[in-house]
Nanobody
Framework: QVQLVESGGGLVQAGGSLRLSCVCSERSSNGMGWFRQAPGKEREFVAAISWSGGTYYADSVKGRFTISRDNAKNTVYLQMNSLKPEDTAVYHC?????????????????????WGQGTQVTVSS
């Protein structure tokens, strides 16, 4: 399993932007995803990207967040714009078990086998 380290979280006002980064310990040819978990809530899917660059988003972030990857740097990014207080959560990067996603498998936690420790994002109103 690869080691994943997230960075880029912080405190921002509503309407602001943040860019999260996730560095992998080794080159991965699998899909990658971002999930988030707010206090008292289950971990939820945010965005995913296949090895070839296909992207998938939760309806709640579509049009505001952009996931991308730089395979040369073993890094995945999550650009978050127009942030809302309901985006407040710990954001986790995850490595999928396959290069591509079948159906809506990108949404399922069980399809990822490596997780980062998370980075806190707090959006104030």
């Amino acid at each position: 399993q690869v080691q994943l380290v997230e960075s880029g979280g912080g405190l921002v006002q509503a309407g602001g932007s943040l860019r999260l980064s996730c560095v992998c310990s080794e080159r991965s040819s699998n899909g990658m995803g971002w999930f988030r978990q707010a206090p008292g809530k289950e971990r939820e899917f945010v965005a995913a990207i296949s090895w070839s660059g296909g992207t998938y988003y939760a309806d709640s972030v579509k049009g505001r967040f952009t996931i991308s990857r730089d395979n040369a740097k073993n890094t995945v990014y999550l650009q978050m714009n127009s942030l809302k207080p309901e985006d407040t959560a710990v954001y986790h990067c995850a490595a999928a078990t396959t290069p591509f996603f079948a159906g809506t498998s990108y949404r399922e936690v069980r399809n990822y086998n490596s997780w980062g420790q998370g980075t806190q994002v707090t959006v104030s109103s």
